[in-house]
């Protein structure tokens, strides 16, 4: 039953690899012989383990007795496992985020428009309206409310429009405002670019910043 357990020695640690035709029983027994074998040569320290499970999912309980066998029978800590498949749940979340939801509507005051991954909203918002996103926000009108992008953490995300009085913004965990007397009475024409620089500093540039920043928006070639 050895012949199902893979362990060796990476530059992050050590790798355990499970064999994915084996059944859990067959490899509970295999890792409890093989790690008994190799106890007399374990260092006094932790060493971390990374468990790889090919072709397969584990449940939780599952990974718990995996993860305790290794534990209780060797000085390494089990750090994660690791599946050439993926679950549902991460194959919807990745989904979200790859895919752009569009809309033409105007997001009126008291309306809270949340959205996963990225939003094109063609119309205004108007004071007192928010849209709320996990992505980037593109807006083809005039922002007068509230827009918050990357509202789980995401300091990659943008967020395009007119923005005007009183307008707020806001990335990941930055804000920029626009509700000061300087931004009362202008109009603004051009659409422009929120985003956070290295610093994590909210700034706002031209459109044409967005090339340059985030290359990986847009994949068009060609042209001038």
Same mark, same amino acid.
């Not at 999912?57 to 993860?67: A, G, M, P, V």
């Not at 390494?76 to 749940?89: A, R, Y």
């Not at 593109?138 to 429009?161: F, S």
């Given at each position: 039953?050895?012949?199902? $357990? !893979? ?18 029983? %067959?490899? %509970?027994? #295999? ?5 008994? @074998?190799? !106890?007399?040569? *374990? ?5 971390? &383990? ?9 449940? =939780?309980?599952? =990974?718990?007795?995996? +993860? ?7 000085? *390494? ?5 690791? /599946? ?7 194959? +919807? ?15 009126? /005051? ?12 063609? #119309? ?10 996990? #992505?980037? &926000?593109?807006?083809?009108?005039? &922002? ?6 990357? $509202? ?5 995300? &943008? ?13 990941? #965990? %930055? ?5 000061? @007397?300087?931004? +009362? ?15 994590? =500093?909210? *700034?706002?540039?031209?459109? !044409? ?16």
């Amino acid at each position: 039953m050895k012949r199902y $357990i !893979q362990i060796k020695g990476t530059k992050d640690g050590i790798s355990i690899s499970l064999s994915d035709v084996a059944s859990i029983a %067959e490899l %509970e027994n #295999g890792l409890i012989q093989h790690l008994k @074998e190799q !106890q007399t040569g *374990m260092q006094d320290q932790k060493l971390a &383990v990374q468990v790889h499970i090919g072709n397969r999912l584990f449940t =939780e309980e599952e =990974e718990q007795r995996i +993860k305790a066998i290794i534990q209780e029978n060797s000085q *390494m800590e089990v750090k994660g496992f690791t /599946s050439n498949v993926m679950t549902k749940q991460a194959a +919807k979340k990745w989904k979200e985020a790859e895919q752009i939801f569009s809309l033409a509507t105007v997001v009126r /005051s008291g309306q809270v428009i949340n959205v996963p991954g990225d939003l094109l909203l063609v #119309g205004d918002i108007n004071p007192g309206g928010a849209i709320r996103s996990t #992505g980037n &926000v593109y807006i083809l009108g005039n &922002v007068k409310g509230i827009i918050h992008a990357g $509202i789980d953490g995401d300091k990659k995300a &943008v967020v395009t429009g007119k923005f005007q009085y009183p307008s707020q913004i806001r990335i990941a #965990g %930055e804000i920029r405002s626009f509700d000061d @007397e300087e931004s +009362k009475d202008k109009v603004e024409e051009n659409i422009l670019t929120a985003y956070l620089d290295d610093k994590n =500093e909210l *700034m706002i540039d031209s459109l !044409q910043i967005l090339r340059k920043i985030r290359p990986e928006i847009s994949n068009f070639q060609g042209g001038q």
